[in-house]
């Protein structure tokens, strides 16, 4: 029987999976503009629809904080939800669906990050984001606020080794374990702690930087 | 559910707080991933995004069922 999490389960990329990661992306149709409030997808799946309504803002959270960029981050979890869409049917319920998609997340913004295009790409993180992303009843000031916050964390994240950015990113997900995070990224809840332990301490040696 | 999972969930905010002290900023934050949750709750998808998954999905052939859904519904024909 094929082991379709296995086939999720590495960090360690190959030219395939460059390619693949790629390859959906561009072959992506791109919506020609917003669509107006109310306006709801279409799902050819309504079960497929659940699990994105669930899951996606937190996946579309944990790529843009671990690539930096808001559209990179956008087509990044497109392809997350379309290769899931793809795979469901290998999905084998040994691990919750917020860890599986997770699985496909990491994996795929490595390959991304690893590829010579993302490497000289000039980032236009948080400007566009936060003109869509801060709810509209916020006051000014709080927007502004949230704005330098973000702009604050996305550094802080930038500075550190992808490894700790995303264990920092995966553990504040409070669906999410140590045990959970130990299985995803294939090491022991132990190693889990000693680098979340270590983690901690850069992301606020390197947030201090940019008081 | 687990019922294991929120004493777990304890005691990993608890190392959290402990190790990381207070993080100040506008607001103050007991922990990393306590500043990282309120990030995440302040970021949406842009709306646009969940039309261009349906759209990209409606294109694609209907994934199979897996293994577990299959083995389910053959039982409950069964009986």
New interface residues.
């Given amino acids: ?1 094929a082991k379709p999490v296995e086939a999720e389960s590495s960090f360690v990329s190959d030219n395939a999976r460059q390619a693949e990661a790629v390859s959906v992306s561009a072959s ?4 020609d ?3 107006s409030a109310g ?1 709801q ?5 309504p079960e ?2 659940a699990i ?2 669930e899951h ?3 996946i ?2 944990v790529a ?2 671990f690539l930096g960029d ?1 559209t990179q981050a ?1 087509d990044a ?2 392809d997350v ?2 290769k899931a ?9 040994e691990s919750a669906m917020r860890t599986w998609l997770y699985r496909i997340t990491s994996n795929h913004c490595r390959n991304l990050l690893q590829t010579w295009h993302q490497r000289n790409m000039v980032s236009n993180a948080d400007d566009t ?1 936060w003109e ?4 509209a009843a916020e006051s000014p000031l709080r927007v502004l ?2 704005k ?3 702009q ?2 996305q550094q802080t994240l930038d500075g550190l080794p992808p490894e700790y950015r995303l264990l ?2 995966l ?4 669906q999410m ?3 959970e995070i130990a299985t995803l990224t294939e090491q022991s809840p132990d190693a889990v ?1 000693g680098k ?2 270590r ?3 850069a ?2 040696a390197q ?1 201090q930087k940019f008081t | 559910m687990n019922p294991k ?1 929120p004493k ?2 304890q005691q ?1 905010k608890q ?2 707080v402990e ?3 207070q ?1 100040r ?3 103050e934050f007991a ?3 306590e ?6 709750a ?17 294109k ?1 052939p ?7 859904q299959r083995l389910f519904s053959r039982r409950s024909a069964d009986l």
């Fill in positions: 029987m992506t149709p791109v919506a503009g917003p669509p306006d997808p279409k799902w050819a799946s497929f629809g994105y309504e996606s803002r937190q579309y959270y843009l904080r808001p956008e979890t497109h939800f379309l869409y793809r795979k469901l049917g290998e999905f084998r319920g984001l869509t992303a801060v709810a606020e949230i330098e916050l973000g604050r964390i920092l990113l553990v504040a997900d409070q374990s140590y045990k702690r979340l332990h983690a901690r301490k992301f606020i947030f | 999972i777990l969930q990993q190392e959290a190790q990381t002290g993080l900023t506008a607001r922990s990393v991933e500043m990282l949750r309120d990030d995440a302040q970021t949406s998808p842009p709306p646009r995004l969940a039309h261009r998954v349906a759209e990209s999905i409606a694609e209907k994934p199979g069922r897996s293994w577990w």
